[in-house]
């Protein structure tokens, strides 16, 4: 498969030079350039099959030109070593449970997906153990490839996303894995998940704000020297190994719940709008999903996209749902190209396409907590902020004879103050999360200077 860039200034990629460069050189996001229909048999076959077949073969659809049949159904089956439930919430509304992974949020799947495609990748080109420079393709500057053979990723986070990424990556051989994070700025349970792992993982406590932590990894990719002394790479969200493999729970969802109803809307708690567009490319792809919504705090956006057909990115604004505060959308761009068939379409036939298929909301606090009290006194569910998005959408938007599933994103202890709070009880906190809480911090403290960044990585 070739993937382009959205931007359309950038060279054709192959799969390995997407999936290690991540961001295409003109910074646009890439694309594949075909999207390949699934057969009707296999849609129909679904309900008799398990998760991680029915991923193989929608991996099998994307990567299957791309990755050896063996070597992808073990990436598969390695990656989901974990269920995807669909648990019934009211009579018509249902939870696709993504908080099952190693660090309990939905970022896991394409975490753990894209760590096993990249150490695949390396052990293919043959740079592991040779010290060989293989082609890798390079960092986004675009510098000398660097001799040593171990491929750095550099993550900066807010918290969720280096727990994510870390756990991973852990004991991916060939791999090392540096998570900056800002001092004293993420929670404690954010924290353990990514600080107590030791092995190829090392966490860097910057003395900043995560802007400072995120422009720190921005300078490292663009020095020339750094660039020569180690490979470096990231796992952002953009890239194509993290955001498709999220498609696999979509069919299973629909699987499972296919002898219910043929109008299933899905509904995704949305930020950057990744795990929303994994299911818009299922979708394309041939899985029968009605129609979806969008859910959002008061990150609204896209929200006022769909409204007036105009894009108007602004700062975000921090809400109980923080995962999800995002004022300006990545994966819009993915979002637009899709609708528009690579900007074959006029805005407004882009626009009118994309309303069709999806609608949105946007929720404030207020209504983020009143949604999470009332869900927990009338069913016993416990909603986390971000699911409460996704369910309070569906409970205003569905329309007669429609269910309707929501993403619950992550796991409500992630969230224990915020929970306990609201909902008066006391959370249990999953024995895998306390597993990271009784473990030892390990971190390297640095100031916010490139300076001191760059000395530490050269000593590396
Ligand atoms: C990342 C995240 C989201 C937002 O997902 P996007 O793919 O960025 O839209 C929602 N909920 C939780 C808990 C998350 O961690």
Redesign the pocket.
């Known amino acids: 498969m070739k993937y382009y860039s959205t931007n359309g200034n950038a060279p054709i990629a192959d799969l390995q030079k997407a999936v290690v460069k991540g961001l295409a050189e003109d910074r646009g996001l890439y694309m594949p350039e075909e999207i390949y229909t699934l057969p009707k048999s296999f849609i129909n076959d679904m309900p008799s099959m398990k998760f991680q077949d029915i991923a193989y073969n929608v991996a099998q659809n994307f990567f299957g030109d791309d990755v050896d049949g063996d070597a992808l159904q073990d990436i598969v089956y390695d990656t989901l070593s974990f269920d995807c439930p669909v648990v019934k919430v009211t009579e018509n509304i249902y939870a696709l449970e993504l908080f099952h992974g190693p660090t309990l949020?939905f970022?896991d799947v394409g975490a753990r997906f894209m760590a096993r495609l990249l150490g695949y990748f390396l052990r293919r080109s043959g740079s592991l153990g040779q010290g060989s420079s293989a082609d890798l393709g390079g960092s986004v500057c675009g510098c000398a490839t660097a001799t040593n053979s171990t491929v750095n990723v550099l993550v900066a986070t807010s918290g969720?996303t280096g727990s994510a990424v870390a756990n991973g990556f852990l004991g991916v051989e060939g791999i090392h894995v540096y998570v900056l994070y800002p001092k004293g700025k993420v929670s404690p349970i954010q924290e353990c998940q990514f600080t107590t792992l030791g092995k190829n993982i090392t966490a860097i406590e910057v003395d900043g704000v995560f802007d400072d932590c995120q422009a720190l990894v921005k300078s490292a990719f663009m020095d020339e020297e750094l660039n020569k002394h180690m490979r470096l790479t990231s796992a952002n969200?953009i890239n194509v190994a993290r955001f498709l493999p999220q498609a696999f729970y979509y069919f299973n969802a629909y699987a499972r719940m296919k002898s219910l109803t043929s109008d299933i809307v899905m509904c995704v708690?949305?930020?950057?709008?990744?795990?929303?567009c994994s299911a818009l490319f299922g979708h394309e792809m041939g899985l029968p999903i009605k129609r979806f919504i969008a859910a959002n705090n008061a990150n609204d956006v896209f929200f006022n996209y769909l409204q007036t057909g105009k894009y108007e990115p602004k700062a975000s604004v921090q809400t109980l749902a923080n995962?999800?505060d995002v004022g300006d959308p990545s994966n819009f761009a993915r979002i637009l190209n899709l609708y528009s068939k690579n900007n074959a379409l006029t805005p407004e036939a882009t626009h009118h396409r994309i309303t069709n298929l999806i609608s949105g909301a946007t929720y404030s606090d207020e209504q983020i907590k009143e949604t999470m009290r009332q869900c927990y006194s009338e069913t016993g569910y416990v909603l986390d902020p971000?699911g409460a998005c996704g369910f309070r959408a569906l409970q205003e938007g569905l329309r007669e004879g429609e269910v309707g599933v929501f993403c619950e994103?992550?796991h409500p202890a992630k969230f224990k103050e915020k929970v306990d709070d609201i909902l008066g009880i006391d959370i249990e906190i999953p024995a895998r999360l306390r597993a990271f809480m009784e473990g030892k911090k390990q971190s390297v403290e640095l100031s916010k200077d490139f300076a001191d960044f760059k000395a530490y990585l050269m000593n590396q």
């Open positions: 949020a970022k969720d969200s708690p949305s930020g950057n709008f990744g795990n929303i995962a999800m971000h994103t992550a």
